[in-house]
C-alpha cells in the first residue's frame, strides 16, 4: 500500500512539473513553422550534395512568401514545392 501511494505521489508531481522539465511550446504560426521546417530539413536531410540542391537558395526564394496570416494549406504547398 505504501509503495502504490508513493507511486502515485511521484506521479502527480511529476505531471504537475512537466512544463518546468520540457518546456512551454513554442507558438503555432506560419513563420515559426517554416522557419522550424527549414532548420530541420538542414539538420537532417544528407542528400543535398548528391542531388545538387541549394538549400539556402531555396529558403532564400520562398520564405518571402511566408507570412503570419498564411493559412495553413497555403504553408504546406510552399513547403512541399520545396
Not at 538542414?42 to 529558403?59: C, H, I, P
Not at 520564405?63 to 493559412?71: A, E, G, I, K
Amino acid at each position: 500500500m505504501r509503495s502504490i501511494l508513493i507511486l502515485c505521489f511521484a506521479a502527480i508531481v511529476l505531471t504537475a512539473c512537466g512544463r518546468w522539465i520540457v518546456g512551454s511550446n513554442p507558438e503555432n504560426t506560419p513563420t515559426i513553422n517554416y522557419e522550424h521546417f527549414v532548420q530541420l530539413v538542414q539538420e537532417n536531410y544528407s542528400f543535398f550534395a548528391e542531388k545538387e540542391v541549394k538549400w539556402e537558395s531555396l529558403d532564400a526564394l520562398y520564405r518571402p512568401m511566408v507570412h503570419d496570416s498564411l493559412c495553413n494549406d497555403s504553408l504546406y504547398m510552399i513547403m512541399s514545392k520545396m
